[in-house]
Structures are given as structure tokens and as C-alpha cells.
């Protein structure tokens, strides 16, 4: 198996196209950029596989491989994993559109893909976790958003797990509802409207009961909870991959969540 083009360059790895000349002689394709990664996806078939390269000390992709195959192990939705060193990610290569290029192609309401995002986390959230004993704790993505899940012909794939975690479900909440807000509360970013709707999707298919903690200051009840909020926060403003306009949009990101979530 041979490393080919360059195919996107995230903020933290690389995706490159993979050609197997003992095998199928498959050329993987890959998307662009995510927010914080690349993840993979094209014009699938079996035995086709693209490589993440993680740069400049960046991830654990071993890590990452164990999580993605134990949600998998449970009925999750994730691509196969079929090696992974420190570095580098073999992953199967998947065939659609990311949720934000059906969104911007007005294949897909924002709203239902907020809806969809929500439905991912919940039954993320149900899957036991690997290590932990806390009986509360949950497998977390931290980073859940329209441009880490491909909406392939078998349904969605949630990619991009270098952030994964195990805690409250309250805190991957809190994540996918920064992540949208600060989209959405930038005036400048022509994005702004699709996500400001994908968050109101979001919010509007919460759990009907906490995932953890208690709510209040007009907080939706079910799935975001104040410390997972204030912990999405401390936690986006800490990145060092955000900029410095990044960070300056997280109070307005948190208004906009209050806002929508009390509606």
C-alpha cells in the first residue's frame, strides 16, 4: 500500500489518498478541511482506504483507532479502522457528502441536521465506556459537528475522534453547542445563519431528562448542562488551535446558547 496525494490539511493532520497494488489498486479520496481535523470520504468500495497523518506531535492515533473500534464494537456508526501507529490513521474510505456540504448544497435543512446531530450524541451517550468506573461517565466525542459526520447511502458516519473522552454526557453537549455558536455569533462569517439554525436543531431534540447535573439561567433541560457549558468554554478558549478572534467570540457564543435554549 502506497501513500499518494495530498488530499486535505486540517489544523492538526493531513489526509492522503492510498493506492494498494496487491489488492483492489484503490485511490481514496478525502474532504476538505474540518474545523479541527480532516476526515475521509469518496467514492467508496471494498478494501478502499485512505491514511490521517497527524503533524507536529499532534494526537494519538492508536488512541483514537481503540475508541472508534470499541464504539463500532457496539452499533456505533464510525469507519473501520484497519491499522494505526502514533501518527498515522488507515481508515476505510467512505462514499458522501459531510453534513455541511449537504447543508450548503440545500440537500439537507440545517435544522434537521441539527436534529441529526443530536440524535448522534444521544445514542453516543448510551454506549458504556471502555475505562472508566464512574457509572455516569460516557464515551464523548468533543467535537461533534456538521463537518465530522458523512452522510453516506448506508446513513451517517461520525468521523474525527482525536478528542474522544470518557465523562458526562453534558460535556460533549456543551462542545457541539460552542463549536455551532461560535460560527453562528460571528458577523463576518457568511456561515453564520446555517449554523445559528443547526444550533436551534440541536437544541430543540435535547434528551427530555439531564445527562448529568442540573440546569438553570435558561439552560434547555436534557443533554447541556451548566458544567458541561462552562467546561466547553474554558475548554475552546484553552485550544491552541483557535485564533484570537476564536476566543474573543465565546461570550457571544454562550449568549447565543442561553438564547436559543430557552425559547
Not at 25 to 54: D, F, K
Not at 73 to 94: F, I
Not at 145 to 155: A, S
Not at 226 to 252: C, F, H, K
Amino acid at each position: 500500500m502506497r501513500t499518494g496525494r495530498l488530499l486535505g490539511a486540517g489544523r492538526t493532520a493531513d489526509v492522503y489518498e492510498l493506492t494498494d497494488d496487491v489488492a483492489e489498486g484503490c485511490v481514496a479520496e478525502g474532504r476538505a478541511p474540518g474545523v479541527h481535523g480532516t476526515g475521509v470520504h469518496g467514492i467508496g468500495g471494498p478494501g478502499a482506504w485512505a491514511l490521517r497523518r497527524y503533524r507536529d506531535g499532534w494526537g494519538d492515533a492508536r488512541a483514537e483507532a481503540e475508541v472508534m473500534e470499541h464504539v463500532r464494537a457496539h452499533g456505533y456508526p464510525v469507519p473501520r479502522v484497519r491499522t494505526a501507529t502514533r501518527t498515522d490513521l488507515v481508515l476505510e474510505r467512505l462514499s458522501g457528502p459531510t453534513m455541511l456540504e449537504a447543508i450548503a448544497a440545500g440537500a439537507l435543512p440545517p435544522r434537521e441536521a441539527g436534529a441529526e446531530l443530536a440524535r448522534l450524541l444521544c445514542a453516543l451517550h448510551t454506549l458504556p465506556p471502555r475505562r472508566s468506573s464512574d457509572s455516569t461517565a460516557r464515551v464523548l466525542h468533543l467535537d461533534l459537528h456538521p463537518e465530522n459526520v458523512l452522510l453516506t447511502p448506508d446513513g451517517p458516519r461520525v468521523i474525527d475522534w482525536a478528542n474522544a473522552e470518557e465523562g458526562p454526557p453534558g460535556l460533549d453537549w456543551g462542545m457541539s453547542a460552542v463549536i455551532l455558536a461560535q460560527v453562528a455569533a460571528d458577523p463576518a462569517d457568511p456561515r453564520a445563519p446555517l449554523a445559528h439554525a443547526v444550533l436551534t436543531g440541536l437544541l430543540s431534540h435535547r434528551p427530555p431528562e439531564p445527562a448529568s447535573g442540573l440546569t438553570d439561567d435558561g439552560l434547555p433541560e436534557g443533554g447541556l448542562t451548566e458544567d458541561g457549558l462552562a467546561e466547553a468554554i474554558t475548554r475552546r478558549s484553552r485550544n491552541p488551535t483557535m485564533s484570537a478572534r476564536e476566543v474573543r467570540l465565546l461570550d457571544l457564543a454562550e449568549e447565543l446558547i442561553r438564547a436559543v435554549g430557552a425559547r
